[in-house]
């Protein structure tokens, strides 16, 4: 893979290690298609959600690709009434990203952003690069060396 995502600049530009995938020539859709299609475990491929809370703020989720978020523990985590997903057509205006390809690096500003527990267990996770088709994997230290992220149980 010779294309780079602005993702994979950031990290360069940081000095951060992370591997690299590419599953663009195969027609894998949902996180879990995506795991299997790199070989990993639904656990270790995190997807990043965009949510707003009851103050209008936005938050940013980062859990593995086989859970869904609990709306009430992720409210809880970021000290809100209650959060909401936005819708995706709000996504690229607000993160400069579409949906299936958002990455909680290289947002077009910073949002909280908090990343399930279980993340704290794996050596490696991988997470979106930025554009469909493309993934990222690193450790967790390695992630908070770029973004400023918070741990709590989300799912």
């Known amino acids: 893979m010779d294309e780079k995502t602005n ?7 940081k000095k951060i290690p992370y591997g690299h ?11 879990i298609e995506v795991a299997k ?5 639904p656990e270790h ?3 990043t959600l965009v949510t ?8 940013v989720f980062i859990i593995p690709v086989n859970k869904e978020l609990n709306l009430k523990k992720a409210a809880k985590a970021v000290g809100e009434k209650s959060i909401e997903m936005i819708k995706s057509k709000e996504l690229l205006p607000l993160t400069g990203y579409i949906h299936g390809g958002c990455s909680p690096i290289g947002m077009k500003k910073y949002f909280p952003t908090t990343i399930d527990s279980s993340a704290s267990d794996l050596e490696k996770f ?14 967790l230290a390695d992630l908070k060396n770029v973004i400023r992220i918070e741990i709590a149980d989300l799912t």
């Open 126 to 139: 991988c997470i979106s690069a930025g554009r469909i088709g493309y993934q990222i994997e690193l450790s």
């Open 52 to 59: 707003q809370g009851k103050s209008k703020r936005y938050y």
């Open 21 to 31: 995938y590419y599953y663009g020539d195969t027609d894998a859709i949902s996180g």
């Open 45 to 47: 491929v995190f997807k």
């Open 37 to 41: 299609v790199l070989g990993q475990l």
């Open 7 to 13: 993702v994979m600049r950031i990290l360069d530009q």
